[in-house]
């Protein structure tokens, strides 16, 4: 089990399966006869698919899909079977289950394609054990797709065959023009009826049992997350969206990809209620506000800067069970992992010296806090790429900073990963993506990006200085992105709000995976003075976008991207402080990134470059001048005014040997703090306490910046005010 959704969230997980195991019990024994006896107009159709008959009969169904890996998994084998694929006669040939979202229940894709220019073999794959081709990468739109004769034994076996002969095909023809024996065995058997027709029959069925369900509420939506939709009962809602070759004349769908027309049926559970929690910290916003970290656990503080080791921040992080990680020490930490002596995750030193970290995560235990602001002076810094396989995590005040030699994404994630948030943080010197958490096994989903500095990216030592590559289900709200290429953010996701952020020379961005669901609200993108190559950034019409604008030649405008020809607002969001666009760089630039305790000369300077107008991505050189990697990042030779070369010595790691507040108990709170708050300082047991019953444990009511002894509704929106900076 690896999420629950919003009403079980103040559930344990014990309570929530006995739940949803009872009301599946009590659904077992109910028929459609017995729940709707008013839409027996409709019985015969709903009958015909398995699939809407289980969900309409088992309340839980989409519950279950959120929080039961076992019964996911069920259904998905089922879905291979052509009952489940179809509520017209054509079954569909693709097929994709989505988890749920902070805002919505599971859903269930159903891909209807029939005509078939037979130009390409998009989504090659080996075949699953239903006869699935899984397609070859994530930017194949397919996903899944379904033989349509894979219910025959001997038909399945010619595919199989002929999916391994393909296998030794050069990785420039898979991809191509189909071969003749392909060809003719596809246009066999796969479905080959008028598309329209399918429409047509599917538009039928739906209107049909609308009617039938009024009694229900049934009714067609207003305004659908697709070009038409309905809602059947509170817990069961359909979605139909086109596919054309063409939206209007001369304008293609925009999927980056050739393809032949095809329809989306989505059946999902429908929206959930947003969920009512103390914050993770007062002013977390977003999905990720429901994050508890480390809360009740005890403290652990760092006190050396060893990459291992007791006293480790390896040693702090790898520790079992809710603990809230604080620091001693201030300076610079190696990635904590093997082999030592070098910075952890080295796996390959190429002939330049250089290494190349592998994927190896080292935040492995949930139910964490990390506050990198306790530590004393200007702070520490993570030499290294973020790579967590942990959920529950709520990080704050930490640079993470992948200095030369090691290159790679700044930050990684390791599996589908639940409530995390990070806070005031900061991100530097990606020589591939800044951040990724993009796919299907290896994505954040709860999670808030929020008051953070993400750039610049490091170009001339990996494979490029791109920005974030994002996924899941999240929040990403006034950071500042500056100085990084491509990818600026590319989204691959279930949906993610990108809202009030600050975006300083990026080169482009992109949310063309069909399915992701993306607001683009209230930001402020600023071209570099002089620059020949503005912002763009690319779109489907799954994405909403409104507000945003754009500095370029001193000239202030709206910024366009396409607009959707069904969506009528935006997608629903976690309340969060909006503000003008105009005013991001006022209110940001003082208060965004780990500038607590002090600012250092990192983001001093990449800071300054933005107030200027003149900064530039950073590009890394050997001694001589030279570019380190063997491939070379060219449009640093082809474009030298658009890069400034880095050197470590301009840009220091905060400094070490400051001494911390005394903390005699090692709570996690000095003792001068908590004698003044009517605590004990030789009371190790009272940081995990609450002495105002507002949520917040004592430690956190220090680590936060609020009083101990004040009972406060965070509950209440308007109580949630960030205590780091205050009310902006």
Same mark, same amino acid.
Request: hydrophobic share 35%.
């Given at each position: 089990?690896? #999420?629950?959704?919003?009403?079980?969230?103040?559930?344990?997980?014990?309570?929530?399966?006995?739940?949803?195991?009872?009301?599946?019990?009590?659904?077992?024994?109910?028929?459609?006869?017995?729940?709707?006896?008013?839409?027996?107009?409709?019985?015969?159709?709903?009958?015909?698919?398995?699939?809407?008959?289980?969900?309409?009969?088992?309340?839980?169904?989409?519950?279950?899909?959120?929080?039961?890996?076992?019964?996911?998994?069920?259904?998905?084998?089922?879905?291979?079977?052509?009952?489940?694929?179809?509520?017209?006669?054509?079954?569909?040939?693709?097929?994709?289950?989505?988890?749920?979202?902070?805002?919505?229940?599971?859903?269930?894709?159903?891909?209807?394609?029939? @005509?078939?220019?037979?130009?390409?073999?998009? $989504?090659?794959?080996?075949?699953?054990?239903?006869?699935?081709?899984?397609?070859?990468?994530?930017?194949?739109? %397919?996903?899944? /797709?379904?033989?349509?004769?894979?219910?025959?034994?001997?038909?399945?076996?010619?595919?199989?065959?002929?999916?391994?002969?393909?296998?030794?095909?050069?990785?420039?023809?898979?991809?191509?023009?189909? !071969?003749?024996?392909?060809?003719?065995?596809?246009?066999?058997?796969?479905?080959?009826?008028?598309?329209?027709?399918?429409?047509?029959?599917?538009?039928?069925?739906?209107?049909?049992?609308?009617?039938?369900?009024?009694?229900?509420?049934?009714?067609?939506?207003?305004?659908?997350?697709?070009?038409?939709?309905?809602?059947?009962?509170?817990?069961?809602?359909?979605?139909?969206?086109?596919?054309?070759?063409?939206?209007?004349?001369?304008?293609? /769908?925009?999927?980056?990809?050739?393809?032949?027309?095809?329809?989306?049926?989505?059946?999902?559970?429908?929206?959930?209620?947003?969920?009512?929690?103390?914050?993770?910290?007062?002013?977390?916003?977003?999905?990720?506000?429901?994050?508890?970290?480390?809360?009740?656990?005890?403290?652990?503080?760092?006190?050396?800067?060893?990459?291992?080791?007791?006293?480790?921040?390896?040693?702090?992080?790898?520790?079992?069970?809710?603990?809230?990680?604080?620091?001693?020490?201030?300076? %610079?930490?190696?990635?904590? !992992?093997?082999?030592?002596?070098?910075?952890?995750?080295?796996?390959?030193?190429?002939?330049?010296?250089?290494?190349?970290?592998?994927?190896?995560?080292?935040?492995?235990?949930?139910?964490?806090?990390?506050?990198?602001?306790?530590?004393?002076?200007?702070?520490?810094?993570?030499?290294?790429?973020?790579?967590?396989?942990?959920?529950?995590?709520?990080?704050?005040?930490?640079?993470?900073?992948?200095?030369?030699?090691?290159?790679?994404?700044?930050?990684?994630?390791? $599996? &589908?990963?639940?409530?995390?948030?990070?806070?005031?943080? *900061?991100?530097?010197?990606?020589?591939?993506?800044?951040?990724?958490?993009?796919?299907?096994?290896? /994505?954040?989903?709860?999670?808030?990006?929020?008051?953070?500095?993400?750039?610049?990216?490091?170009?001339?030592?990996?494979?490029?200085?791109?920005?974030?590559?994002?996924?899941?289900?999240?929040?990403?709200?006034? &950071?500042?992105?500056?100085?990084?290429?491509?990818?600026?953010?590319?989204?691959?996701? +279930? @949906?993610?709000?990108?809202?009030?952020?600050?975006?300083?020379?990026?080169?482009?961005?992109? *949310?063309?995976?069909?399915?992701?669901?993306?607001?683009?609200?209230?930001?402020?993108?600023?071209? #570099?003075?002089?620059?020949?190559?503005?912002?763009?950034?690319?779109?489907?019409?799954?994405?909403?976008?409104?507000?945003?604008?754009?500095? *370029?030649? $001193?000239?202030?405008?709206?910024?366009?991207?396409?607009?959707?020809?069904?969506?009528?607002?935006?997608?629903?969001?976690?309340?969060?402080?909006?503000?003008?666009?105009?005013?991001?760089?006022?209110?940001?630039?003082?208060?965004?990134?780990?500038?607590?305790?002090?600012?250092?000369?990192?983001?001093?300077?990449?800071?300054?470059?933005?107030?200027?107008?003149?900064?530039?991505?950073?590009?890394?050189?050997?001694?001589?001048?030279?570019? /380190?990697?063997?491939?070379?990042?060219?449009?640093?030779?082809?474009?030298?005014?658009?890069?400034? #070369?880095?050197?470590?010595?301009?840009?220091?790691?905060?400094?070490?040997?400051?001494?911390?507040?005394?903390?005699?108990?090692?709570?996690? +709170?000095?003792?001068?703090?908590?004698?003044?708050?009517?605590?004990?300082?030789? &009371?190790?047991?009272?940081?995990?306490? !609450?002495?105002?019953?507002?949520?917040?444990? &004592?430690?956190?009511?220090?680590?936060?910046?609020?009083?101990?002894?004040?009972?406060?509704?965070?509950?209440?929106?308007?109580?949630?005010?960030?205590?780091?900076?205050?009310?902006?």
């Amino acid at each position: 089990m690896k #999420r629950m959704h919003s009403h079980v969230w103040t559930m344990t997980t014990a309570t929530a399966l006995m739940l949803v195991a009872s009301v599946a019990a009590a659904a077992s024994s109910a028929t459609l006869e017995t729940k709707y006896p008013e839409a027996s107009d409709a019985f015969a159709v709903v009958k015909q698919s398995p699939l809407l008959e289980q969900a309409l009969v088992d309340d839980a169904f989409f519950d279950r899909l959120d929080t039961d890996e076992a019964f996911l998994s069920e259904i998905e084998g089922k879905l291979g079977e052509s009952a489940y694929r179809h509520i017209v006669p054509t079954p569909s040939l693709r097929v994709r289950v989505f988890r749920g979202t902070t805002y919505e229940y599971p859903s269930i894709l159903l891909e209807f394609q029939t @005509q078939h220019e037979w130009t390409s073999f998009d $989504g090659w794959g080996k075949p699953g054990d239903s006869c699935v081709l899984v397609r070859g990468g994530r930017d194949s739109y %397919q996903q899944r /797709t379904f033989f349509g004769g894979c219910e025959d034994p001997e038909l399945r076996k010619q595919l199989v065959r002929m999916l391994n002969d393909r296998k030794d095909y050069p990785s420039n023809k898979r991809k191509e023009e189909y !071969d003749p024996k392909t060809r003719e065995f596809m246009r066999k058997h796969l479905p080959n009826k008028d598309l329209a027709e399918v429409r047509a029959n599917i538009m039928g069925v739906l209107d049909n049992l609308v009617k039938a369900f009024a009694p229900y509420g049934a009714a067609v939506l207003d305004g659908p997350q697709g070009h038409y939709g309905v809602k059947l009962t509170d817990r069961l809602y359909i979605h139909l969206r086109d596919f054309p070759l063409q939206r209007e004349e001369g304008e293609t /769908t925009n999927l980056r990809y050739s393809h032949d027309p095809f329809i989306w049926l989505t059946i999902s559970g429908g929206p959930k209620e947003l969920p009512k929690c103390v914050p993770a910290f007062p002013g977390a916003e977003g999905p990720g506000a429901v994050t508890t970290g480390g809360r009740g656990g005890r403290a652990i503080y760092v006190t050396n800067l060893n990459p291992s080791g007791p006293g480790s921040l390896a040693e702090a992080l790898a520790s079992k069970g809710p603990r809230i990680v604080l620091f001693k020490v201030s300076g %610079q930490i190696f990635l904590p !992992d093997e082999p030592l002596p070098n910075p952890a995750g080295a796996v390959a030193e190429n002939k330049s010296g250089n290494i190349e970290l592998d994927n190896s995560p080292w935040i492995v235990e949930p139910d964490l806090t990390l506050i990198g602001y306790t530590a004393p002076g200007e702070g520490v810094e993570v030499w290294g790429r973020l790579c967590m396989a942990a959920s529950n995590a709520i990080v704050r005040g930490v640079r993470f900073r992948l200095r030369p030699p090691l290159m790679k994404d700044g930050m990684d994630t390791s $599996g &589908n990963l639940d409530r995390v948030i990070f806070d005031h943080c *900061s991100f530097a010197y990606g020589s591939d993506e800044l951040l990724r958490f993009i796919g299907e096994d290896a /994505t954040l989903y709860r999670y808030t990006i929020q008051y953070c500095l993400l750039g610049p990216g490091l170009a001339g030592l990996g494979n490029h200085p791109y920005g974030p590559e994002i996924g899941g289900d999240g929040m990403i709200h006034h &950071n500042i992105l500056f100085d990084t290429a491509s990818r600026s953010p590319e989204v691959d996701c +279930m @949906q993610i709000d990108w809202r009030n952020n600050l975006m300083y020379n990026l080169r482009s961005g992109h *949310s063309c995976r069909p399915w992701s669901k993306f607001n683009m609200i209230g930001n402020y993108i600023v071209d #570099r003075a002089g620059s020949e190559r503005g912002y763009s950034f690319d779109a489907t019409d799954n994405v909403w976008a409104e507000n945003n604008l754009r500095e *370029s030649g $001193g000239q202030v405008m709206p910024f366009e991207i396409r607009k959707s020809d069904y969506l009528k607002k935006a997608y629903p969001s976690m309340p969060v402080a909006m503000h003008d666009p105009k005013k991001l760089e006022e209110v940001l630039t003082p208060i965004v990134g780990a500038c607590i305790p002090v600012r250092d000369a990192t983001d001093k300077h990449f800071l300054e470059g933005l107030k200027s107008r003149e900064g530039k991505i950073p590009y890394y050189t050997d001694e001589s001048g030279e570019l /380190t990697r063997a491939r070379r990042y060219e449009t640093i030779e082809q474009r030298p005014d658009l890069y400034e #070369r880095w050197k470590s010595e301009d840009y220091p790691p905060p400094a070490a040997g400051v001494a911390a507040p005394d903390d005699s108990d090692n709570d996690g +709170m000095p003792d001068e703090w908590e004698t003044a708050n009517g605590l004990d300082p030789k &009371n190790a047991a009272d940081g995990a306490q !609450d002495a105002d019953k507002d949520g917040y444990t &004592n430690v956190e009511e220090f680590l936060y910046r609020t009083n101990p002894n004040e009972f406060v509704d965070y509950t209440d929106p308007k109580n949630n005010v960030h205590t780091l900076h205050g009310a902006i």
